[in-house]
DNA sequence: AAAAAAATATCGAGCGTTCGCTATATTTTT
DNA sequence: AAAAATATAGCGAACGCTCGATATTTTTTT
């Protein structure tokens, strides 16, 4: 079993391999029929360029507001050599949640599957997700801000990411209540509101930045709270 | 001094009086300038309609999607007729905040006043936002979700407006832990993470809503939350 | 290994459409 | 009839998107 008592943001940037450049290769190879691109050393590297571009300026200005001339200059390319990669402008949000979708499922799924106890398998959920929020910043707020916008299947992808989420959450303070590690508590609700300390590190990033907090001390926090609730209650 | 025990929603709607119509006389009565319609009775009516218009089509589909054509057949109205309502549609913001924040503001401070007890004024603070929150979803959603995009004046107001939420909630937990009520804990991070918990409820209302969790189940969960941490720890 | 040919990737001017906005005409109210 | 409010037609600019031309890379031939 791990011990989960040491990890800190660093460990995790250490530990947990996340290329952007490997993610968009897979996206490459699946999203043949829609990126007209047939070298996958030029492709990846173009695509990269185009999501980091999509993400700063969405989240500057919003997804609508982003004209694609605009994303063309930040992403270094023409409009025609965009349309090598995108059927449509609303091509883009799949894409972007396509991979952001695989990184999140990944990440959770590979530390959280070999610790068994309820308590430190929460903590262990709590960090990776803080962490990865903020390795993963833009992509966690365009996502969170931008769903609404989308056609149903992009939404109902996003959807589908939250409820993801949650239920993790759900299922390991189920877990822990049973046992009788936790207090007998709401399941659903506690999951709720632990997902909202976790959103808010990434929605209001400025306001803990400007205060110097880290993502450690957030971390630290929201544990301390949780475990408050859980135990103490 | 009050006994806020018995507080729900339904006798905050009976108590709290927050009539559009009233609002938005005290906006055509400011706005001279802009707006150039001279019949009071004819320029309420309209602007209520603006503003909600405004509101449903912005939560929608995103204030910059939104046309003023479409605006415009929402709110029963021509062009020409809106643009003697307003001299852009980046003063459409302005009217909607100006419109929350003056009702935020005379509700919080009514219902506030003359309850000193920390814990007692911690649960009235919260069960407030969240009616509030409630009784006028679009407006909270529209200025979570829009702000970003807006101009520097209207996004410092809505800022503000966010801090002015915020220090409240820091001076309570502030005097509570000064007079040993409650525990010793950090204001600021704890008044942060009850914002949370009080954006989530109109963040997420879908999600809430298909639970049938009514306003008062959550606000009795987040204030047992609440005074778990700040009472048992 | 150099040259020619083919395949791939990029470019930017320009398409039709819709945008925010306004000048002018018309209707309604006083 | 004067004043106030509304409706309409249309402006220039910017939008998403396309397409023929061009540059670049890869493959084939000599």
Redesign the pocket.
Known sequence: MHSVGSMTYEAFNRQVMVSLEDICLEIFNDDTSTI????P???VK?LVKIIEAALKLSNEKGF???????L?QES????????????????LPRIIHDQGRRILGKVMSENLEDIRDPAQRLEMAIRIHLYLSERMLPWFYFAYMETRFFSTDVKQMSMSNELYTEKIFEKIVEDGCKSGIFAQVEPVFTASIIKAMLQDWYLKHWKYKNRKVSVDDYADFVISWVNGFLIAS
């Open positions: 007209k691109i047939k070298n050393k030029i492709g173009k609508h507001a982003m004209s694609l001339r605009e063309c270094g390319m023409s409009m025609g050599g965009l349309y090598a990669y995108i059927e449509s402008k609303d091509d």
